[in-house]
Structure formats: structure tokens, C-alpha cells
């Protein structure tokens, strides 16, 4: 009886082992997890402050999604567009921007310029 209680015991902590196909879609799947994260966050941000914050909070070196952080922090800078960034990105700080204008803390007419810099961006992507 012993014997079978052990057996059973080890099997279920042994872990299956996950194939090559269930590691690779797992691979491709954590950026995508972290991004939605990442954006929602963004989205939600109404300040430069927070915005900086979600930027400086960027994960190791070697983490899927660092480059939303870097992309983020670059943008933030002085608002120029990182060459890096996806459309979606771009999409968010243009809503970001405007956001920041609506809030009293962009100077004089740097909402417009950023805009038709992002635009810029959207319309030599396509």
C-alpha cells in the first residue's frame, strides 16, 4: 500500500512536460499578454507623472514588453515618435498627448505639433 501511495505521489508531482509546440506558443504569447497590460495601464493614464512612472517601471532587460517601457520613456522625452513603436502605440500617445493638453500640461500649441507628427508616422506606415 505504501508503495502505491508513493507512486502516486510522485506522479503527480512530476510535471508534464510542455511539447515544443505549447512552449513556443507560449513564447509568443507572453509580449502579447504583457502589451494588453501595459496598454490598459496607458490608456487609464491621465498625467505626465503616471505616464513617466509607467515608463521608468520597466521590467529586465531580457523581459517581453520592455520595449513599450523604452518606446514610452523616448516618447515622453520631448514627444518625438520612437521608430520602434507599433501603430497601436502610436495610437495611444496621440490619446496620451491630447489627455495631458486637455490637463494644462503641454505648452501653447506643442498639442497640434505632436499631432501632426503622429500622423505623420500613421500615414508613412500604411
Known amino acids: ?9 510522485e506522479r503527480s508531482n512530476t510535471a508534464r512536460r510542455k511539447s515544443a509546440g505549447e512552449r513556443r506558443q507560449e513564447k509568443v504569447g ?4 504583457y502589451w494588453e497590460k501595459f496598454r490598459s495601464i496607458l490608456h487609464a493614464t491621465e498625467n505626465r507623472c ?5 515608463a521608468l517601471a520597466m521590467p529586465r532587460q531580457e523581459t ?4 513599450f517601457h523604452t518606446n514610452l520613456l523616448w516618447f515622453l522625452q ?17 490619446e496620451l498627448i491630447r489627455r495631458f493638453d486637455a490637463a494644462g500640461e503641454l505648452k501653447p ?8 507628427a503622429l500622423q505623420a ?6
Open 30 to 33: 507572453k509580449p502579447n499578454q
Open 78 to 94: 520631448d514627444f518625438t515618435v520612437p521608430k520602434e513603436s507599433n501603430l497601436e502605440e502610436r495610437s495611444l500617445y496621440l
Open 121 to 126: 508616422h500613421f500615414a508613412g506606415a500604411h
Open 109 to 116: 500649441g506643442m498639442k497640434c505639433q505632436v499631432e501632426k
Open 50 to 54: 503616471d505616464a513617466l512612472a509607467l
Open 64 to 67: 517581453p514588453g520592455r520595449k
Open 1 to 9: 500500500m505504501e508503495s502505491q501511495d508513493w507512486q502516486q505521489k
